[in-house]
């Protein structure tokens, strides 16, 4: 039987750690396609793991289309796996390392946003009028940070819908958060070390591993990352997402923003990274400061993207830099080319300029209040209401759904999937989650088509009954 | 009188330190608007370094507009340095950090492309039908590599035009082969060291420091680089333009590609990143094969732009990656999303296999060829003529012009930007040129306007006359 060794796993939970170790192998060929897997308790007692963690491990695989099941049978190795052609051969017919991404009747997992709300025909006008009207600029090599007239409108954005006053000197442009990350590793160093918060986003532990810089993961509590373990863990960067943390939908409150600067201010090495990425779909209530805003010390680097707002394939994204860090960026990365194309850029600065931007974004928030309030009604009125309770409903695209069941998450995921439902639970996001967690389900609804949100439902609560 | 420290230097020459530490006291506002800067000659006494030092860090400030000169009154820092804007002040008056660009009467440094070369009616057009027809699909997140289509295409054209036969798996797009080095860092590892060729363009020794990893300088002979060199500084990869070296504009032959082949077999963890930036445009001769076509031993990486043939302002460059590699990119670091938007992946994607592209290229090389033959005989037919030789003229969009005279390369330099040319020697290339090195300098042709060439070659002429 299939044999891994759980030594050197590093931070990675057991069950990630077992998910890596078949994923590779999948990759590499040493599973190769319609291979059956061995059932999870049998693999579980070879291994001498809980047989939860074996079926974590499955549940990931088969979300990510690596492995697929048949009921009753078991699990068996996708038919994806004939690898890259090898340089020798180049039939027509080769097939293609990616595995298909399967399309899901109801995904709650994706935070992409839906073709139908994109601003197709305003765009296809802006963009035809910066090739009419702009040829030279268009051909003209920008500044590191980008164009400077796309920055004035960042700024001018920022100034009257977030209540930040930077100029647009210290706006850094670049295609997408991922690589404004890897810019911000270069700029603070190597040697710092990086708080990030737990649980969060896989995407950013992996950005700062794979630049090799250590990290560490801070526990949160109710009002945002623990003040106590950025202490002891020594960390130098924190990077937080306070307006809506993914995926506990938290809100850091201001207290907590204040403890936070005050942290930053007691050593010249420590920064705060502040990624608002969604903050500008709050739906009710008053929103809270950007950390930016109230930053004395300039010790805050705020952090934005229009993939969110805008289009999650269109990679524009942008840093505001503390005066101290723009000027040591123009003075020592100032020979980075910037990374979005000037044609894209040109557009946008009109979208923000003609007042688009702000139409659109009313015109999604509307669009999201609606789909969250029905997507609540639809639950409240189905027989799956006597089973959940909803929480952080209120800021961003996603809320919290605890569902009262003794089915294992990883159980419960796999059964979503083969009704077409992709979900994900709150407890796939800690590295290791304690074994009697509460349920609780992540609901993103920016993705969701509308008309599928009854059925998805309906199916959702079937998953319980079986 | 100024006084910088040459201790802790580094790599820097002379002068480039002495240029940095100039420039950063301007940035910083050590050094204000209009403050005279020391004469050269008492300068240098002051520092303890030669006359030319000091006139190679001042043209290089020069150039770079950081200072300006009067003439028979000297060097005075320009008026740009009133810094950003603080985080408490936002009027409207505020000046920005980066100085303006000078405008060049004729600008031989420069490879941008010309905006009227740019086929905005045929972009515009396939830009409009990519909104029409692929609505769904641009708004769909593309895998790590790209838009499959696009690889396809790319795959197709490197088969056609370079005989380099791989699928589309092995290529990974990216926003400009700045951040496909950085990518490439993360992937071959941090602890590798990275062996380059000296003289070389300046930001890929930077994009190194800046990921803070070893790299060697290796020196080019006549063949290319020197493989006792590399075997030397205990390289793990070796970064190199084959093709077109930029600046000695050599073609590294045969003979020499398979000894760096044979270098890179030596040892598991070796390889070759291949630039092949400008092969678009040999202009007469068989092309060489690319290194990568060559290679049986999955060593060589290779990586192309389309900023050069297409638009500088355009970030669309890829990666050819040998098959084990894209394996482990896919394995390792597939988290990353393609920076790309998915808008003129789209777009390129239909000019590359509608044959735009091909007609494009066509047309360029038509038009290189015409300008460089144009200037050739301007210089043939010109007083200047008597004082020059040109070599390197065929591959790619630069040639060398060796000037008979006995003015230094900076004053020369110097002498050409108060007339409105701007113009860079070989020896600026080298961290240490030979004092009594040949006085060679760099003609780009690519980004000159036709119609200033006569008078750009008069002019540089009466730099040798006064």
């Not at 990675?12 to 059932?39: F, Q, R, W």
Request: charged residues 25%; glycine residues 4%.
């Amino acid at each position: 039987m299939l044999t891994y060794s759980f030594d050197n796993m590093g931070d990675a939970s057991l069950y990630e750690h077992l998910y890596k170790c078949i994923k590779n192998d999948i990759i590499h060929g040493v599973l190769t396609a319609d291979m059956k897997l061995p059932s999870k308790r049998s693999f579980a007692a070879n291994l001498g793991v809980s047989a939860i963690t074996v079926e974590n491990a499955y549940a990931q695989l088969l979300s990510e289309g690596y492995i697929y099941s048949i009921a009753k049978k078991g699990y068996y190795v996708s038919d994806f796996s004939k690898h890259l052609a090898e340089t020798t051969s180049y039939g027509e017919d080769r097939e293609v390392l990616q595995p298909e991404r399967p399309v899901y009747f109801a995904d709650f997992s994706s935070n992409q946003t839906r073709p139908d709300n994109f601003p197709f025909s305003v765009w296809a006008k802006l963009m035809r009028e910066t090739m009419n009207d702009k040829n030279n600029e268009l051909m003209t090599r920008p500044p590191c940070g980008g164009i400077y007239e796309l920055r004035e409108a960042i700024a001018g954005h920022l100034r009257q819908f977030r209540d930040i006053h930077v100029s647009p000197e210290q706006i850094f442009v670049g295609a997408g958060t991922e690589y404004l990350y890897g810019l911000l590793i270069q700029l603070l160093g190597f040697d710092k070390t990086y708080a990030i918060e737990h649980p969060g986003y896989e995407k950013i532990a992996q950005i700062y591993d794979s630049y090799q810089v250590q990290r560490c993961l801070v526990n949160m509590d109710g009002q945002g990352i623990r003040i106590d373990e950025l202490e002891s863990c020594q960390a130098d960067v924190v990077h937080i997402s306070p307006s809506h943390h993914f995926p506990t939908g938290l809100v850091t409150p201001i207290s907590r923003r204040y403890a936070l600067l005050s942290w930053a201010a007691k050593s010249d090495s420590r920064y705060i990274i502040e990624d608002d990425y969604d903050s500008e779909f709050r739906l009710t209530g008053k929103p809270i400061p950007a950390l930016q805003s109230i930053d004395l010390m300039d010790k805050v680097i705020y952090v934005n993207t229009f993939s969110k707002s805008l289009a999650s394939t269109m990679r524009i994204s942008y840093m505001v830099l503390p005066p101290s860090l723009a000027r040591r960026f123009l003075s020592e990365m100032s020979f980075y080319s910037c990374t979005v194309s000037n044609f894209e850029q040109y557009a946008l600065m009109r979208f923000l300029r003609e007042g688009y931007f702000e139409k659109h974004i009313n015109r999604m928030r509307n669009h999201y209040h609606k789909q969250r309030d029905y997507l609540l009604e639809i639950i409240k009125n189905s027989p799956l209401s006597s089973y959940v309770s909803i929480t952080e409903e209120d800021a961003g695209l996603h809320f919290l759904m605890k569902i009262d069941t003794d089915i294992p998450d990883a159980l419960l995921i796999e059964r979503a999937l083969q009704k077409g439902i992709r979900i994900n639970s709150l407890s796939q996001y800690y590295t290791a989650p304690p074994e009697n967690a509460e349920h609780i389900f992540i609901i993103n609804y920016s993705y969701l088509e509308t008309a599928h949100i009854p059925e998805a439902i309906e199916r959702l609560y079937r998953c319980l009954q079986e």
